[in-house]
């Protein structure tokens, strides 16, 4: 008996082990090809000449990493920190809680999509600069000026991309489920959000990206306090190591962020058939 189980044992853990890999394979690369980067950037100074000039404005990894390990343990960095995030995360969700009922709902009616698509194409296309001396004026240099810059940057991504998988749902799916009685609730419910997922996801990930420049913009021009306010201060006072620690930890949050997303989409996309077959 055991040697007619050990068989299937070993082609059960052969597939178990191809599918770990598999999974691991996207973070070892990603994360060997930014050890690599971090090298030869360490090793830069030693195998160029570097103007003294340009050393005034060069900063090595070794030297962030130190620079942001100083910035956490003396606690100078978590309220500016808190700052950033707050208005980062409060924008984002409201993005989000506008951009995919409403992409639904230009997607499933015709007669909105018809008198609001042009609003959204004009204000897609607008650079999100114009709005920043108005929304200054409105709300002032404190945290809601910079909610609504990101909320603006965040929000069409997620709006265009839940439209676009809404508009792409199966459309026998559609017709056989309303053929069973459903209403419109149920067809969005059970049909369109499940087949537009990937198109949400992929909107997401680009609000995300969105969301952060949002809020960078909004504190390099117009804002008191903020992770950007830092950064922006350090670099009048030519304070390179303080910009990069800045970059590294809003690149951070978005990698963290993006992450999540995809998670979350991976939890969500079990049931589709390729899912199935690649499990």
Not at 74 to 80: A, E, K
Not at 100 to 113: D, F, K, Q, V, Y
Request: charged share 15%; aromatic share 10%; hydrophobic share 60%.
């Amino acid at each position: 008996m055991a040697d007619l189980a050990s068989p299937a044992l070993i082609e059960g853990g052969e597939l178990s082990a191809a599918k770990s890999w598999r999974n691991l394979e996207p973070v070892l690369l990603g994360s060997l090809t930014i050890v690599v980067l971090l090298c030869a950037w360490q090793l830069l100074p030693q195998l160029i000449t570097i103007s003294a000039g340009t050393r005034l404005f060069f900063t090595t990894p070794s030297r962030i990493a130190i620079t942001l390990w100083n910035m956490f343990a003396q606690g100078t960095i978590w309220l500016p920190l808190g700052v950033s995030a707050a208005a980062f995360g409060v924008g984002l969700v409201l993005a989000i809680a506008a951009g995919l009922p409403l992409g639904i709902l230009l997607g499933r009616s015709r007669t909105l999509n018809a008198m609001l698509d042009p609003f959204v194409t004009a204000f897609n296309a607008t650079p999100r600069l114009v709005f920043l001396p108005l929304l200054l004026l409105w709300f002032g240099l404190g945290m809601w000026s910079k909610v609504v810059i990101v909320f603006i940057g965040a929000l069409f991504p997620i709006l265009i991309n839940t439209y676009e998988g809404v508009r792409n749902a199966d459309r026998v799916l559609i017709n056989v489920v309303r053929s069973f009685g459903a209403g419109e609730w149920d067809i969005a419910r059970l049909v369109v959000v499940p087949n537009a997922m990937p198109y949400i996801v992929a909107g997401l990930r680009l609000a995300i990206g969105r969301a952060i420049l949002g809020v960078v913009v909004a504190e390099f021009f117009g804002s008191e306090e903020g992770l950007g306010v830092v950064m922006v201060r350090a670099a009048s006072s030519y304070h390179v190591d303080v910009v990069f620690a800045g970059l590294v930890v809003f690149a951070a949050l978005s990698l963290i962020m993006t992450a999540g997303v995809k998670m979350i989409e991976s939890r969500l996309g079990r049931w589709r058939p390729e899912r199935a077959s690649a499990a």
